[in-house]
Each structure stands twice: as C-alpha cells, then as structure tokens.
C-alpha cells in the first residue's frame, strides 16, 4: 500500500523535503512508516520520542493500521509565543 508522508518543521529541513510517498506491507502502522522514513533519512532517528503522529487529519498513536491512501504527518514539538 502506499501512503504520503508530510513533514514540517525540523522533519522537513533534516529530510530536505515537504513530502514523501512510502509503499509498506498491508496493515503497516504510523511506526512502520516512520521506520521507513528513517531508513532513507536516519538523521530523523532521534527524533522519534518527541513525536506525534496524525493519520487523516487527527492524532493517531503509532500502532494504528494504516489504509492506503491515507496521509500522515508526524508532529515534531511546538514552542513560540
């Protein structure tokens, strides 16, 4: 299946990129993602505690399964004023 992965703030500057499309096995996860995410921008690996992640437009935990189709965004923390 393939999913889009969006990636904003320190994910998009460590990955040099808005976006990417993954193909994972059939009931992949938001981890799954991730690892694979990492498996072509392991600068990303550190990161991953002080993740969220949404699926769809809402917050979803890491062990969610993932549909084809779908889009994820993992948050990275927020700070400012």
Do not use: C
């Amino acid at each position: 299946m393939r999913v889009r992965v969006r990636l904003f703030a320190s994910l998009r500057e460590a990955a040099g990129r808005p976006e990417v499309v993954l193909d994972l096995a059939p009931g992949a996860s938001p981890e799954d993602a991730w690892q694979a995410l990492i498996a072509d921008h392991p600068t990303l690996a550190a990161k991953r505690p002080n993740l969220a992640a949404s699926v769809n437009r809402r917050y979803a935990p890491f062990d969610t399964p993932l549909e084809d189709g779908d889009e994820m965004v993992f948050i990275p923390p927020v700070s400012g004023g």
